[in-house]
């Protein structure tokens, strides 16, 4: 604890906001909003520890993220263990294993690490899938996964709306769409949850660093199996058109659709998921909210707007590093220092949301330093998410108007935003 003075010239005591006081903290990671605004108000880009500064400010992160000398590599590069040129233990690991360096190296094509020309380039390949045309032919396919979900929830007095609701609709969605079995999803949501869990911390070690190295050792091998069988049995999925553009001599290697799937896999699921959780939660403690939407169905995409800026699926937005002196407010950040967008505290900038902790579906100035990212790295699946989202919260209104909290539910300690459960009851089942 230290003070801090304030801009209108006061002081106050002050703990210092740190990613890891975010991850491990249970009072911060439940409700990490008030550090966030006070460190906004010291300063809309603080440093948090050396070379570490954290973006809070809407304005100052709007200017950032349109900044070329900001490099998503130069930080990734040292997040998912692939520079082993300057670590001894490392080289020597990568050496006796070889086929956890072929892991890592593939998993380094991943174009939400890549700067340009590498980033458009693999985007371009893929991204067609993803655009708002092509996500609408999907809509008659989400409207009956969500039906069939509810339908297993809807006679239950009590459930797990996580587990049984939030999670379900997007995990069966992006099988279908990527072409992998949905029945192996026990075995790489463990994977995907050891390598999120590492990601966003500079040189992991530990056990912590042997969980996320097998987690994309078995992507890898998963993957290799599942292309070489596609190869012989083509169909309409996302792996089959990005063997056929392989094969057509847009340069795309297998190591780069094996990263492309497993990027895919990883996000194309718990950021939708996390966003139905987070706001259902919302309308849980908002019941005037909950009862309008029950009674106005056709307000929920722009309560789903709100919802992503109140409580998103992400607080942090990927790191970058500075590539040479950048002055940003007044503020020089040194060449090398990494910088990371605090999503969650840049949607609440009263500056630019009056009364930013108020959930007002009614807001008409949602500029949002989206949850979804602002810049090349714009999430491919938003259009998705939104979707999924969307006819599940219409559908919820429908068919479960009546839901209320069992118990508080606690946040995951992990960099993105989601709930570890949320126990819910129909207030009209007997």
Same mark, same amino acid.
């Given at each position: 604890?230290?003070?801090?003075?304030?801009?209108?010239?006061? %002081? /106050?005591?002050?703990?210092? $906001?740190?990613?890891?006081? =975010?991850? +491990?903290?249970?009072?911060? !990671?439940?409700?990490?909003?008030?550090?966030?605004?006070?460190?906004?108000?010291?300063?809309?880009?603080?440093? %948090?520890?050396?070379?570490?500064?954290?973006?809070?400010?809407?304005?100052?992160?709007?200017?950032?993220?349109?900044?070329? &000398?900001?490099?998503?590599?130069?930080?990734?590069?040292?997040?998912?263990?692939?520079?082993?040129?300057?670590?001894?233990?490392?080289?020597?690991?990568?050496?006796?294993?070889?086929?956890?360096?072929?892991?890592?190296?593939?998993?380094?094509?991943?174009?939400?690490?890549?700067?340009?020309?590498?980033?458009?380039?693999?985007?371009?390949? *893929?991204?067609?899938?993803?655009?708002?045309?092509?996500?609408?032919?999907? &809509?008659?396919?989400?409207?009956? #996964?969500? /039906?069939?979900?509810?339908?297993? *929830?809807?006679?239950?007095?009590?459930?797990?709306?996580?587990?049984? *609701?939030?999670?379900? $609709?997007?995990?069966?969605?992006?099988?279908?769409?990527?072409?992998?079995?949905?029945?192996?999803?026990?075995?790489?949501?463990?994977?995907?949850? +050891?390598?999120?869990?590492?990601?966003?911390?500079?040189?992991?070690?530990?056990?912590?660093? !042997?969980?996320?190295?097998?987690?994309?050792?078995?992507?890898?091998?998963?993957?290799?199996?599942?292309?070489?069988?596609?190869?012989?049995?083509?169909?309409?999925?996302?792996?089959?058109?990005?063997?056929?553009?392989?094969?057509?001599?847009?340069?795309?290697?297998?190591?780069?659709?094996?990263?492309?799937?497993?990027?895919?896999?990883?996000?194309?699921?718990?950021?939708?998921?996390? $966003?139905?959780?987070?706001?259902?939660?919302?309308?849980?403690?908002?019941?005037?909210?909950?009862?309008?939407?029950?009674?106005?169905?056709?307000?929920?995409?722009?309560?789903?707007?709100?919802?992503?800026? #109140?409580?998103?699926? %992400? =607080?942090?937005?990927?790191?970058?590093?500075?590539?040479?002196?950048?002055?940003?407010?007044? =503020? %020089?950040?040194?060449? @090398?220092?990494?910088?990371?967008? =605090?999503?969650?505290?840049?949607?609440?900038?009263?500056?630019?949301?009056?009364?930013?902790?108020?959930?007002?579906?009614?807001?008409?100035?949602?500029?949002?330093?989206? /949850?979804?990212?602002?810049?090349?790295?714009?999430?491919? @699946?938003?259009?998705?998410?939104?979707?999924?989202?969307?006819?599940?919260?219409?559908?919820?209104?429908? !068919?479960?108007?009546?839901?209320?909290? *069992?118990?508080?539910? !606690?946040?995951?300690?992990?960099?993105?935003?989601?709930?570890?459960?949320?126990? #819910?009851?129909?207030?009209? +089942?007997?």
């Amino acid at each position: 604890m230290r003070v801090e003075t304030q801009p209108n010239g006061s %002081t /106050a005591e002050f703990a210092p $906001l740190t990613i890891q006081r =975010i991850l +491990a903290d249970d009072t911060a !990671r439940d409700d990490p909003h008030g550090v966030f605004a006070q460190t906004r108000d010291i300063s809309p880009i603080y440093q %948090t520890e050396p070379g570490i500064w954290v973006v809070t400010g809407h304005a100052a992160a709007m200017a950032l993220s349109r900044e070329k &000398r900001l490099s998503r590599w130069e930080s990734a590069r040292t997040e998912l263990f692939a520079d082993d040129s300057e670590d001894a233990e490392l080289r020597s690991l990568f050496a006796r294993d070889p086929e956890l360096k072929a892991a890592i190296d593939a998993v380094n094509h991943m174009l939400i690490l890549r700067d340009e020309p590498d980033h458009t380039r693999l985007r371009n390949l *893929v991204r067609h899938a993803f655009l708002p045309a092509a996500i609408e032919e999907w &809509r008659a396919r989400v409207e009956a #996964v969500a /039906a069939d979900v509810l339908d297993k *929830v809807e006679g239950k007095r009590e459930f797990d709306f996580l587990k049984e *609701v939030a999670f379900p $609709l997007p995990e069966i969605v992006i099988c279908e769409m990527t072409g992998v079995p949905h029945s192996d999803l026990a075995r790489w949501s463990v994977w995907s949850k +050891a390598c999120v869990g590492a990601s966003r911390t500079p040189k992991p070690r530990g056990a912590q660093l !042997r969980r996320a190295q097998e987690g994309y050792r078995s992507f890898y091998v998963y993957f290799k199996d599942l292309i070489a069988h596609r190869r012989g049995t083509r169909g309409n999925d996302l792996i089959s058109l990005l063997l056929r553009a392989e094969e057509e001599g847009d340069k795309l290697s297998e190591d780069e659709i094996i990263a492309t799937m497993t990027m895919l896999i990883q996000a194309g699921h718990e950021t939708t998921a996390n $966003l139905i959780g987070n706001g259902m939660l919302i309308l849980l403690d908002n019941r005037e909210i909950y009862a309008r939407l029950v009674k106005n169905p056709g307000e929920v995409p722009q309560a789903v707007d709100e919802f992503l800026r #109140v409580d998103g699926p %992400t =607080i942090f937005g990927p790191p970058r590093v500075a590539m040479e002196d950048i002055t940003c407010e007044g =503020i %020089t950040i040194p060449k @090398g220092h990494r910088i990371i967008f =605090i999503r969650a505290a840049i949607n609440r900038d009263p500056t630019v949301f009056p009364d930013p902790d108020t959930v007002d579906i009614d807001r008409t100035n949602l500029h949002l330093f989206n /949850a979804f990212g602002s810049d090349i790295h714009t999430c491919l @699946g938003r259009h998705l998410a939104l979707l999924e989202s969307r006819i599940m919260f219409r559908e919820i209104v429908r !068919r479960l108007p009546n839901l209320e909290l *069992v118990e508080r539910p !606690r946040y995951t300690p992990m960099h993105s935003r989601g709930l570890q459960s949320l126990k #819910v009851r129909r207030r009209d +089942a007997n």
